[in-house]
């Protein structure tokens, strides 16, 4: 009887942690929210982002650029740490500007609003052109390095199935 109370009792707690763990909020941002006065000096993101989804763009710049926050943020040459606010690098305009760029293409291109599964849009991203290089340029030239190798064992692979 004593083991009917305690299976019983963990049942229903399994089923209080089970109801609570799927009536989560479905916003993408669960991050805490930053006020408006702590970010200084946002261009092109918006003023009340939280501080979990600046970090994860940020995160994902470096990813798709292969380089680190130095590359656009400069140093505090007082402190040596970086001073995220500062405009001192030519990066961090460039940066702004390709933001906006990706943005207006998606906007342009891509019709949200009618689009049965739009979470299946494949949008425009850094990484598509960048592809873990600081210049679009030098992902292109690898691109089509690999590609005349693709083209020239090509034959020589058909050449040996036969």
Known sequence: MKS????AS???AALMFSI???TTSRQIDTGKAIATSEWKNLKVLPQNISEDSLKGLM???NDALGVKCNFCHAANPE???LDFSSDAKKEKEFARHMIVMTREINAKNFNWENANNPEMINVVT??????GNESPTKSLKE???????????KPLKDAVKK
């Open 143 to 153: 691109t089509a390095e690999v590609k005349s190798v693709t083209e020239v064992t």
């Open 4 to 7: 009917n109370k305690i299976v």
């Open 10 to 12: 963990l049942g229903a």
């Open 20 to 22: 609570f763990s799927f």
């Open 126 to 131: 850094c990484i598509m052109c960048h592809r």
């Open 59 to 61: 995160r994902g710049y």
């Open 79 to 81: 402190t040596g740490k």
